[in-house]
């Protein structure tokens, strides 16, 4: 059992799959990667989740929790840029464990890509549909976050996922329209925003700590309940909760690492969209994220639609119409680069016998994973048609940071094992940074709710007797499935 969960998938095993017919398309270019990244990076952080953490857990200083977000983000992407240089290749996280700590480690972070990106798409659809209902008046018992059945998310993730199937090359290109929309929207809001900003709404700049309102154990910061402090709000424990939480608004640049296999010169252009995009929507969060909070007083943010709302607070109401307009378009294009994701992630691990082998397999026309794919949507459709977007982000984020632990972990792990491998880009101080992203990456996790942590749990364990009744039993690195360890890995014992 200990050594089926440590064996490892060679290297050059998973560098000669991009090279195979059978493999994904190679057809995305640097400006592609960049596209998708600001896609998929730039939607929930700027459109729901600022203006709920702002007015829950830190107010103002909402905005320095984008900062540690973005810091955090920024040691993690350079240890993604390393790996995805070296080992471009569908799967990212999930087949560099494989390729460097072993099968188990692998199948738990596979797993926890498929909750991050199925939850994301979950959250952000049910965010597009309220800014929907927004912006046409359309009835909330359908559209918003007390539907019973939200019918908006339903019906944007069924167009998206027509759309995933047919092509990423057609992905790309729409992904790229609407993040001109996007962009456009967000230096509106930061350019007339900025003239209606009253400073009295920053001070306090980190509104004092107090306690809960409804105090509930289950929804402490883990650290805070293992202390045994008293559950609170704003002051510097809010401050980092809500760094938690908004850390999902950047959790998409690592969906990039998973495009690996289709990009023509993925040593040079994958780590141009990696950073570029992560160092775009840092300046953007930040600056939308400072508008907001200084327009309107951070106790009377509006949770559903916070940007809308406080340009209708102000008198410009026409603004926020363009603001919904802009959120519906630029929503879309994350849920689409969250649903190519998934397809990627779960083609792996259907290609490595881990998942039923159909799933690893691509449309003969189209050159997509679209079992997978259709299969992910069907799943993700259900979450956001019944499940509120407050109980869906920070399982987001939970699954996030363990993947960019492990991603982390695995660079000095294959400097170690592949010291001869081409490495595009390099890790300064490593294993300096990757131990200090670890870090970080699991002190922000111990900043999430016991809740989340418990559903967690379940969900690793329901992972785990998944994969020993039968990932394990049909990988392709089983006895008599078909060796592809090689000579030049170092073996696990």
Same mark, same amino acid.
């Given at each position: 059992?200990?050594?089926?969960?440590?064996?490892?998938?060679?290297?050059?095993?998973?560098?000669?799959?991009?090279?195979?017919?059978?493999? @994904?398309?190679?057809?995305?270019?640097?400006?592609?990667?960049?596209?998708?990244?600001?896609?998929?990076?730039?939607?929930?952080?700027?459109?729901?989740?600022?203006?709920?953490?702002?007015?829950?857990?830190?107010?103002?200083?909402?905005?320095?929790?984008?900062?540690?977000?973005?810091?955090?983000?920024?040691?993690? %992407?350079?240890?993604? /840029?390393?790996?995805?240089?070296?080992?471009?290749?569908?799967?990212?996280?999930?087949?560099?464990?494989?390729?460097?700590?072993?099968?188990?480690?692998?199948?738990?972070?596979?797993?926890? #890509?498929?909750?991050?990106?199925?939850?994301?798409?979950?959250? =952000?659809?049910?965010?597009?549909?309220?800014?929907?209902?927004? #912006?046409? &008046?359309?009835?909330?018992?359908?559209?918003?976050?007390? %539907?019973?059945?939200?019918?908006?998310?339903?019906?944007? #993730?069924?167009?998206?996922?027509?759309?995933?199937? =047919?092509?990423?090359?057609?992905?790309?290109?729409?992904?790229?329209?609407?993040?001109?929309?996007?962009?456009?929207?967000?230096?509106?809001?930061?350019?007339?925003?900025? +003239?209606?900003?009253?400073? %009295?709404?920053?001070?306090?700049?980190?509104?004092?700590?107090?306690?809960?309102?409804?105090?509930?154990?289950?929804?402490?910061?883990?650290?805070?309940?293992?202390?045994?402090?008293?559950?609170?709000?704003?002051?510097?424990?809010?401050?980092?909760?809500?760094? %938690?939480?908004?850390?999902?608004?950047?959790?998409?640049?690592?969906?990039?690492?998973?495009?690996?296999?289709?990009?023509?010169?993925?040593?040079? $252009?994958?780590?141009?969209? @990696?950073?570029?995009?992560?160092?775009?929507?840092?300046?953007?969060?930040?600056?939308?994220? *400072?508008?907001?909070?200084?327009?309107?007083?951070?106790?009377?943010? $509006?949770?559903?639609?916070?940007?809308?709302?406080?340009?209708?607070?102000?008198? @410009?109401?026409?603004?926020?119409?363009?603001?919904?307009?802009?959120?519906?378009?630029? @929503?879309?294009?994350?849920?689409?680069?969250?649903?190519?994701?998934?397809?990627?992630?779960?083609?792996?691990?259907?290609?490595?016998?881990? *998942?039923?082998?159909?799933?690893?397999?691509?449309?003969?026309?189209? &050159?997509?994973?679209?079992?997978?794919?259709?299969?992910?949507?069907?799943?993700?459709? =259900?979450?956001?048609?019944?499940?509120?977007?407050?109980?869906?982000?920070?399982?987001?984020?939970?699954?996030?940071?363990?993947?960019?632990?492990?991603?982390?972990?695995?660079?000095?792990?294959?400097?170690?094992?592949?010291?001869?491998?081409?490495?595009?880009?390099?890790?300064?101080?490593?294993?300096?940074?990757?131990?200090?992203?670890? /870090?970080?990456? +699991?002190?922000?996790?111990?900043?999430?709710?016991?809740?989340?942590?418990?559903?967690?749990?379940?969900?690793?364990?329901?992972?785990?007797?998944?994969?020993?009744?039968?990932?394990?039993?049909?990988?392709?690195? /089983?006895?008599?499935?078909?060796?592809?360890?090689?000579?030049? $890995?170092?073996?696990?014992?």
């Amino acid at each position: 059992m200990t050594s089926a969960f440590r064996r490892t998938i060679s290297v050059s095993a998973v560098l000669d799959r991009g090279k195979s017919k059978d493999g @994904l398309r190679k057809r995305l270019g640097a400006k592609d990667m960049i596209g998708f990244g600001v896609g998929i990076i730039i939607g929930t952080g700027i459109f729901t989740l600022a203006g709920v953490e702002a007015k829950q857990h830190a107010g103002p200083a909402v905005t320095l929790s984008f900062v540690i977000g973005a810091v955090v983000a920024a040691l993690a %992407a350079i240890c993604y /840029a390393e790996m995805a240089s070296s080992v471009p290749t569908a799967g990212s996280a999930y087949t560099y464990a494989f390729a460097t700590l072993g099968e188990g480690f692998a199948w738990i972070i596979g797993w926890d #890509l498929l909750l991050e990106f199925s939850l994301g798409a979950a959250v =952000v659809s049910r965010g597009w549909s309220g800014y929907l209902a927004d #912006l046409f &008046g359309l009835p909330p018992e359908l559209f918003g976050e007390e %539907a019973v059945v939200n019918v908006g998310a339903v019906l944007i #993730l069924a167009i998206l996922t027509v759309v995933a199937v =047919v092509g990423i090359k057609m992905s790309a290109l729409f992904t790229n329209a609407l993040v001109v929309v996007k962009l456009i929207v967000c230096v509106l809001v930061i350019g007339i925003g900025a +003239f209606f900003v009253t400073a %009295a709404n920053w001070r306090p700049f980190v509104p004092e700590s107090r306690q809960a309102e409804a105090p509930d154990v289950l929804k402490q910061p883990i650290i805070e309940a293992g202390l045994g402090i008293e559950p609170t709000m704003y002051g510097t424990i809010g401050l980092l909760t809500a760094a %938690a939480v908004v850390f999902f608004a950047y959790t998409g640049f690592e969906a990039l690492a998973n495009l690996g296999e289709e990009v023509r010169r993925p040593q040079r $252009d994958l780590t141009i969209g @990696l950073l570029g995009a992560l160092s775009i929507c840092a300046v953007l969060y930040v600056g939308v994220s *400072l508008v907001l909070t200084g327009m309107v007083p951070y106790a009377e943010i $509006d949770s559903g639609a916070p940007l809308a709302k406080a340009f209708d607070a102000v008198g @410009l109401s026409w603004v926020g119409g363009i603001i919904s307009l802009g959120a519906v378009t630029g @929503l879309t294009s994350v849920i689409l680069v969250q649903l190519v994701t998934i397809g990627r992630i779960g083609f792996s691990m259907g290609r490595d016998g881990l *998942l039923p082998r159909q799933l690893g397999t691509v449309h003969p026309r189209w &050159g997509t994973p679209h079992r997978m794919t259709v299969g992910a949507a069907v799943l993700v459709g =259900v979450l956001a048609a019944l499940v509120p977007i407050d109980e869906l982000a920070d399982m987001v984020s939970i699954g996030a940071l363990s993947a960019m632990i492990i991603v982390a972990v695995a660079v000095p792990v294959l400097r170690k094992q592949r010291p001869d491998l081409r490495r595009p880009f390099r890790v300064p101080f490593s294993p300096v940074v990757p131990a200090l992203t670890a /870090a970080a990456c +699991f002190y922000l996790m111990l900043n999430l709710d016991v809740i989340t942590w418990l559903r967690f749990a379940v969900w690793l364990g329901l992972g785990m007797v998944i994969y020993f009744a039968y990932g394990r039993k049909h990988s392709h690195l /089983a006895p008599g499935n078909g060796d592809q360890t090689d000579k030049d $890995d170092i073996p696990v014992s």
